[in-house]
């Protein structure tokens, strides 16, 4: 009788301990499909006459699989491709690519670019979704920092994708509400992190920065929101600066969203197990 109480108290133990962490998440390795096994395919993406460098994590199947557009920041120095691992177990494709004008795609880096390479990245999945077995009916964003920013911005532009993870949100208008000229714009952008020191970006702080004060209106996240109305959206954060577009959104009637700010990083670098159960769960929704 002892050994049967202990080993039923060991059965309600195990799960209540496992499940009940939010933090917690079961790897396993990929069982090998030898008929169409997982595996990963360099991708030449065009955009507006330059290429594209990307690479698609595929999983199992000969089946179209939904996919992940992961979508870097400035310059991209955090990949997520922790994510795309473990998306890709997850049964889903995971498209990364460089936007124009960075870490060796063709073109000229500019933030407007970066939206529009998203539109092509999308339209390319469209045309090339029987070989690379694209479900196009179930394509979503994911953008960190600068990318969560192209995140929100291709979503107004893509009514074929209902869905984005916008990830530290940079709102870039919101840094550069007190610059008026061009002149002050670039020595605004002379920082840290902004200097254009990076040789990954073939733009100068001129040409990537200057739109900002000459186009607000298009880098406005709050004036938008309308255009995400049929939209579900996660915003996370790692502060409570971008709460006013939040609140925009949501104001929006999106058919979900969710906003929350976590106690860590802009890389949410005490936070990648939380962070992989989040992606998940609202990949599943």
Sequence with gaps: MKKFTTAFLFALFIPAYFFGQ??????????????SPAGSKELFIPSKGALLAGL???PNGSDKHPTLL??????????NLD???VVRAHGWNVIFFDYRGSWGSGGKFGFQNCVEDVVN??????????SLHIDTSNIVLFGHSMGGWVCLKALEQL???????ALSTWD?????????????MVEAAKTPGLDGGYFVLNSTLTEIFTPVIKEPTYFDLVANTSMLANKQIIMLDEHPGNKQIAEAIRNS??????YDVWDTDHGFTNKRVSLMNKVLAFLDR
Excluded: M
């Design 159 to 165: 009514p074929q994708v209902k869905k984005g993870f």
């Design 121 to 130: 990245v999308v339209a390319f999945c469209n045309k090339y979704q029987d």
């Design 22 to 35: 939010s933090d917690t998440i079961v790897l396993r390795d990929i069982k090998w499909d030898k008929s």
């Design 253 to 258: 009637a999106t058919s979900f969203f969710e």
């Design 70 to 79: 992961l979508l870097h920041g400035y310059p991209g120095n955090e990949r």
């Design 172 to 184: 870039i208008l919101s840094d550069f509400k007190n610059v008026h000229d061009e002149q002050q």
């Design 83 to 85: 994510l795309a691992q």
């Design 56 to 58: 698609l994590y595929k």
